[in-house]
Antibody
Framework: QVQLQESGPGLVKSSQTLSLTCTVS??????????WSWIRQLPGRGLEWIGY???????YYNPSLMSRVTISVDTSKSQFSLKVTSVTAADTAVYYC???????????????WGQGTLVTVSS | DIQMTQSPSTLSASVGDRVTITCRAS??????LAWYQQKPGKAPKLLIY???SLESGVPSRFSGSGSGTEFTLTISSLQPDDFATYYC?????????FGQGTKVEIK
């Protein structure tokens, strides 16, 4: 059973860069053709998909965040990471990493999730 | 972006009730739709993918149906563990988007 665990600072100053890492265990980040994704949940609000990456580094981002977001992968450490630049209070959220499942050749649902980590942007 | 609209926003029900949650997509998404359950302080948990396929380990009282733009999640007999918030999510067109959630409360 694959497990994911987010790590990184819980407090980031406004205008700085938010950096989080997701460590994958119980399964290889390179096997199965899976995509690896970041999702955030704004306080008291719904869920927003941020983007994904595969083990070879091919990525795709939500256009609403694309100008400020980078997702990278380190297969040697079985990790993938998120960077969000120029953060504001609107980026305060619980950030989740997740594995993207696939069925009948179509990826897009999230079948395993990390526990989530709250990142607060302070002024 | 495809807008996913869930109804109702909140639902009050009793143990044993049959519960139905509706999710409507602003554009046609065939059956590329998933449902999740989220409890306070926890990550969402996948229940259903491809509109009606039950994720392994999920109780059979959960079922999904629909295609195109209208979908439903049904809990055939509500159990105490089912009081939570439920989200739908489309993965037909980028960016993948979620509904705003339906909270199932104890009546």
């Amino acid at each position: 059973q694959v497990q994911l665990q987010e790590s990184g600072p819980g407090l980031v100053k406004s205008s700085q860069t938010l950096s989080l890492t997701c460590t994958v265990s119980g399964g290889s980040i390179t096997s199965g053709g899976y995509l690896w994704s970041w999702i955030r949940q704004l306080p008291g609000r719904g869920l927003e998909w941020i983007g994904y990456i595969n083990y070879s580094g091919s990525d795709y981002y939500n256009p609403s965040l694309m100008s400020r977001v980078t997702i990278s992968v380190d297969t040697s450490k079985s990790q993938f990471s998120l960077k969000v630049t120029s953060v504001t209070a609107a980026d305060t959220a619980v950030y989740y990493c997740a594995r993207v499942g696939y069925n009948l050749g179509r990826s897009g649902y999230f079948d395993s999730w990390g526990q989530g980590t709250l990142v607060t942007v302070s002024s | 972006d495809i807008q996913m609209t869930q109804s109702p926003s909140t639902l009050s029900a009793s143990v044993g009730d049959r519960v139905t949650i509706t999710c409507r997509a602003s554009l046609y998404i065939t059956t590329w739709l998933a449902w999740y359950q989220q409890k306070p302080g926890k990550a969402p948990k996948l229940l259903i993918y491809k509109a009606s396929s039950l994720e392994s380990g999920v109780p059979s009282r959960f079922s999904g149906s629909g295609s195109g733009t209208e979908f439903t999640l049904t809990i055939s007999s509500l159990q105490p563990d089912d009081f939570a918030t439920y989200y739908c999510q489309q993965y037909n067109i980028y960016p993948w988007t979620f509904g705003q959630g339906t909270k199932v409360e104890i009546k």
